[in-house]
């Protein structure tokens, strides 16, 4: 597991397919609006039955998970003003959590992949679409 941080602020969370441990690991804190964790148990396991009890919940921004299921992306990390920070390249069965500041991809081998994110998104609202200032 990858914390992605700059000035002390956490961008990202990234889980590499290389990531094996027992039981229940969390990465995030409960503070965020997406939850990762990693489950790994033996045959037999039993995850009881339950039911998630509705809960009201203020999210302020939009955070996303992606799981590359094939193929290479680099990941561009840039900051609330739009400066580029900085790189990381995904592979298949890489995980990583978007959680702050801005980002931009480049797919570097074909790729398949998931989103997942809070909805419902609102592409008018919920975007802003800036040029790549990397250098």
Not at 3 to 15: C, F, G, R, V
Not at 67 to 95: A, H, M, P
Request: positive net charge; proline residues 4%; charged residues 25%.
């Amino acid at each position: 597991m990858e914390k992605i941080i700059y000035n002390e602020k956490l961008y990202a969370i990234i889980l590499r397919h290389s990531f094996k441990k027992k039981g229940v690991t969390f990465f995030t804190e409960n503070h965020l609006s997406q939850q990762l964790a990693f489950m790994n148990h033996p045959k037999g396991h039993i995850i009881e039955p339950h039911l998630h009890i509705p809960n009201k919940r203020i999210i302020y921004s939009t955070q996303e998970v992606l799981c590359i299921k094939k193929g290479i992306l680099k990941v561009n990390f840039y900051d609330e003003s739009k400066s580029y920070l900085g790189k990381e390249i995904l592979c298949k069965g890489d995980t990583i959590l978007l959680i702050s500041g801005g980002h931009g991809f480049e797919v570097i081998e074909e790729i398949e992949m998931l989103e997942i994110k809070q909805g419902p998104f609102n592409h008018k609202n919920d975007k802003i679409r800036f040029n790549d200032t990397q250098p």
